[in-house]
């Protein structure tokens, strides 16, 4: 079994910025997971917004969504177990709960993940 909590959710202005996080437990977990975050607003499904990615044999990176490129980025910790979301200029259409989410094999979709955390809030404010 696979632990995920986030954290470091909470109200923010548009323009501002948060850092969520995300703590992996388990005797099964490793760095071979891969670690993603989604979003859900209230009456949307929910949606990719960054998971980390192996290319050129395995050399750490991040995929993006579009919505969110160049304004949030991803911080992997193998060490720790832990991803961070590090949020800027953020955008009222940001506001959604944000989830963590591991696989063994992650892709852009939530179906492709295993384990998932309990969300953490995220408010945007004009």
């Known amino acids: 079994q696979v632990q995920l909590v986030e954290s470091g959710g909470g109200l923010v202005q548009a323009g501002g910025s948060l850092r969520l996080s995300c703590a992996a437990s388990g005797r099964t977990f490793s760095s071979s997971y891969g670690m993603g975050w989604f979003r859900q607003a209230p009456g949307k499904e929910r949606e990719f917004v960054a998971t980390?990615?192996?290319?050129?044999?395995?050399?750490?990176?991040?995929d993006y969504a579009d919505s969110v490129k160049g304004r949030f980025t991803l911080f992997r910790d193998n060490a720790k177990n832990t991803v961070s979301l590090q949020m800027n200029t953020l955008k009222p259409e940001d506001t959604a709960v944000y989830y963590c989410?591991?696989?063994?094999?992650?892709?852009?979709?939530?179906?492709?993940?295993?384990?998932w955390g309990q969300g953490t809030q995220v408010t945007v404010s004009s």
């Open positions: 989410a591991a696989a063994l094999h992650p892709g852009r979709t939530w179906s492709t993940y295993n384990y």
């Open positions: 980390t990615t192996w290319k050129f044999g395995n050399t750490y990176s991040a």
